[in-house]
T-cell receptor
């Protein structure tokens, strides 16, 4: 139990569908992250939110749209995805890194996304 | 440009022996380093970290060594156990604020297999 949950765990969607991934953290953290892990590639940071404000968008295509309504919840809205977007999408949270503390991030189990 | 590299995709070790996982980085601004372990169908789990002001950090069977001049870190697991079989990721960050705060840069991972 890591304190970070993600739903759904598996998702298959067509290229014309719209779906959303949900992440919730129960750790009292103030920063939340979306990562993408493709086969045989390092984890790629997609978005960073600190105190509900987006502080990083790592050149992610607009077909991925994040939403952070509060410090405990993070969504990733998906629309008109491509087959190459199939990957494991991981959410993570951490204490506010701007406080100068360490950067341990705690990950959820991920959503395995397949785009057909 | 991959700033954190794990050049060994896999490592196989006998139970009871030492496992040594290596990681190299290129960005001299990195000052905090972490190791994560990942089992199939789970998110990465934080294992151990080290600040650049230290050259060694130990936690039970796990020890991380940092060689700043060589921009190299390693994770030693001794004695290795079959339950240690997983993918191990090293990650690096800049801990002291600025626009890079909160960002972890990951290596590609090394698959460790510990044989009984």
């Amino acid at each position: 139990e890591t304190g970070v949950t993600q739903t759904p765990r598996h998702l298959v969607m067509g290229m014309t569908n719209k779906k959303s991934l949900k992440c919730e953290q129960h750790l009292g953290h103030n920063a939340m992250y979306w990562y993408k892990q493709s086969a045989k590639k390092p984890l790629e940071l997609m978005f960073v939110y600190n105190f509900k404000e987006q502080t990083e968008n790592n050149s992610v295509p607009s077909r991925f749209s994040p939403e952070c309504p509060n410090s405990s919840h993070l969504f990733l809205h998906l629309h008109t995805l491509q087959p190459e977007d199939s990957a494991l999408y991981l959410c993570a949270s951490s204490p506010d890194p701007r406080s100068g503390g360490t950067n341990e991030q705690y990950f959820g189990p991920g959503t395995r996304l397949t785009v057909t | 440009d991959q700033q954190v590299k794990q050049n060994s995709p896999s490592l196989s070790v006998q139970e009871g022996r030492i496992s040594i996982l290596n990681c190299d980085y290129t960005n001299s601004m990195f000052d905090y380093f972490l190791w994560y372990k990942k089992y199939p169908a789970e998110g990465p789990t934080f294992l151990i970290s080290i600040s650049s002001i230290k050259d060694k950090n130990e936690d039970g069977r796990f020890t991380v060594f940092l060689n700043k001049s060589a921009k190299h870190l390693s994770l030693h697991i001794v004695p290795s156990q079959p339950g240690d079989s997983a993918v191990y990721f090293c990650a690096a960050s800049v801990s002291a604020g600025g626009t890079s705060y909160g960002k972890l840069t990951f290596g590609q991972g090394t698959i460790l297999t510990v044989h009984p």
